[in-house]
């Protein structure tokens, strides 16, 4: 079965820093992606970044740009998310996601990922 397991989350201060970790187990087709996004409080869960597994391309929102780093370390199946800069209104529960497929562009969008973890909670508040 694939798996998703979200981890880093916490509570920081406006402009401090986190880094999120992402173990994903099972999947064993070639091409996949992997997904960072996030959901506030009444709100719609948004797509912030992703990376190929297979060619390291990324791509981000643009609410992150600038200020998150998506990578991966293949080797440990570990997709990560350095977020810098972090804002109060980048508080919201964090999930990670996997895109079967090498289709391009990566995209962001939630019914493009087929398996999901189960999310990091992320407050940054002063």
């Known amino acids: 079965q694939v798996q998703l397991v979200e981890s880093g989350g916490g509570v920081v201060q406006p402009g401090g820093s986190l880094r999120l970790s992402c173990i994903d187990s099972?999947?064993?087709?070639?091409?996949?992606?992997i997904g960072w996004f996030r959901q506030a409080p009444g709100k719609e869960r948004e797509g912030i970044s992703c990376i190929s597994v297979n060619d390291g391309s990324t791509y981000y929102a643009n609410s992150v740009k600038g200020r998150f780093t998506i990578s991966r370390d293949n080797a440990k199946n570990t997709a990560y998310l350095q977020m810098n800069d972090l804002r109060p209104e980048d508080t919201a529960v964090y999930y990670c996601?996997?895109?079967?497929?090498?289709?391009?562009?990566?995209?962001?969008?939630?019914?493009?990922?087929?398996?999901w973890g189960r999310g990091t909670q992320v407050t940054v508040s002063s």
């Open positions: 996601a996997l895109r079967p497929g090498p289709a391009k562009p990566p995209g962001l969008g939630v019914v493009e990922y087929d398996y």
């Open positions: 099972g999947f064993t087709k070639e091409y996949y992606a």
